[in-house]
């Protein structure tokens, strides 16, 4: 039975992971370790925990011991590494944390991973490694920078971020790529353009604009809103990786993408046509109007409009564009999305409309403050 590792498991795209992977494999062992920061939420995982073949930890990535003790204790083949300080907006106002967590964090994992899976060295002084073992690092298209109007992001394209975030994330590319090349780590980088869908904690536009259409509050769009991200349905993104730690090629680096670019703009638009026609559909998901006081099914709707777009300060250094191409990992493993954007959108928004007793649990510590010093000066 093959045992996994997944860093940050308890948050966005990690806990998806974890879902998808018990529902593939029936004979898995996983073991999540995060430190559930206000990122991660262990409500994320409530069904999951009671699964035998789960076993979750609370720790940091960045704590020696912590992870020593992991590799001693559980026999990991597989490493999959999402923890990390994700939030662009947040890293230009702490930056520190995010090297902390995202570098040093990525290289105290490899280090253990290098301890506890070499078995010897070759006749060059290069270690060698237990079979089948390896180390997936979760990467972003960040780390290429922004386009322009035309072009794509190949595994080719220069290194070029901009943000404290993307920063902070190529550097940990670099020292994954590092340890393959010094010594011969079995390593595969993944770098993935925007993820949506269930479980997105809302500070990231999909599921803020979501959550604050559903409290009639005003949708903030940075700038003029002509910023254009290359939107993945999440369980795409789980898809690919799966491929990657089990076709993947040691050492490579993958791009994932599906060719779905929007302007952020029109994905406020998107949003506002989904859930006032989900809610005209189905009067029983009034109840996550927050302002609604009767919740009644024969009340307007026609608040539910673009009236509510408000332009704001724009983000410092505002990437413009990203687009993935994503033609080496389909030519090579044949991964293609499978969820269209005008399917996956809906699914979305469905499901948080009905799970709002999860945007309460997950918002009820320090969102609100957040929120007000994020979006109060803007
Ligand atoms: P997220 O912020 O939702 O989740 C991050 C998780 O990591 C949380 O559960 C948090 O508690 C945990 N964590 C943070 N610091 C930790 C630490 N020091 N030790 C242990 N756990 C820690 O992020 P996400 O959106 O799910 O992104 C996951 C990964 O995927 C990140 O590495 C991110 O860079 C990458 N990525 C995200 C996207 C996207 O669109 N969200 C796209 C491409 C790549
Ligand atoms: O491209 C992959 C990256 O996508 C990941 O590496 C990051 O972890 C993830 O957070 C995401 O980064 P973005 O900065 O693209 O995502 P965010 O949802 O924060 O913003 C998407 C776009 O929407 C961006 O152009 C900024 C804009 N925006 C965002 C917020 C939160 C707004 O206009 N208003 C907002 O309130």
């Keep these: 039975m093959k045992l996994y590792l997944i860093t940050g498991g308890a948050g966005f795209i990690g806990s998806n992971f974890v879902k998808y992977m018990l529902e593939k494999y029936e004979t898995i062992q996983i073991v999540v370790l995060d430190d559930l920061t206000y990122a991660g939420n262990l409500n994320t995982l409530k069904a999951e925990l009671n699964d035998q073949r789960l076993t979750f930890v609370k720790g940091n990535i960045c704590d020696q011991q912590t992870v020593n ?65 390896k180390f997936l690092q979760v990467s972003t298209d960040e780390v290429y920078g922004s386009l322009g109007e035309s072009g794509y992001f190949t595994e080719k394209t220069p290194l070029d971020p901009r943000s404290p975030y993307s920063a902070s994330k190529t550097a940990a590319d670099l020292i994954v790529a590092a340890y393959h090349e010094t010594y011969k780590m079995p390593v595969n980088i ?33 700038g003029n809103g002509t910023n254009v991200r290359d939107w993945l349905y999440v369980t795409d993104h789980c898809k690919a990786i799966d491929l990657v730690l089990h076709q993947g090629k040691t050492g490579e680096v993958y791009n994932i993408g599906g060719h779905n670019e929007k302007q952020n703009i029109e994905i406020v638009r998107i949003i506002l046509k989904t859930i006032r026609q989900l809610l005209e ?29 408000t332009y704001v300060k724009d983000r410092l250094g505002h990437d413009q564009r990203y687009a993935i191409d994503p033609t080496k990992i389909t030519d090579e493993l044949g991964w293609a999305p499978e969820t269209k954007f005008e399917d996956g959108i809906v699914k979305t928004v469905r499901w948080y409309l009905e799970n709002q007793d999860w945007v309460q649990k997950v918002t009820s510590g320090d969102y609100q403050k957040y929120y007000e010093e994020m979006y109060g000066k803007k």
């Design 69 to 133: 003790s992991l590799f001693q204790d559980y026999l990991i083949e597989y490493v999959v590494n999402f923890a990390a300080e994700s939030h662009v907006d947040r890293s230009i106002e702490n930056p520190q944390l995010f090297l902390q967590t995202n570098i040093l964090g990525t290289q105290n994992l490899l280090e253990s991973a290098k301890k506890a899976w070499t078995t010897g060295k070759d006749e060059k002084g290069y270690p060698t490694y237990r079979k089948g073992v």
């Design 190 to 222: 993944t770098r993935c353009s925007n993820n949506y869908g269930p479980y997105h904690f809302p500070e990231k536009l999909i599921p803020l604009i979501i959550k604050n259409i559903l409290e009639r509050k005003s949708l903030p769009v940075y």
């Design 281 to 309: 559909e189905n009067p029983e998901y009034r109840t996550a109007l927050k302002n609604d006081p009767k919740n009644s099914g024969n009340k307007s709707l026609d608040w539910i409009n673009e009236s509510l777009i």
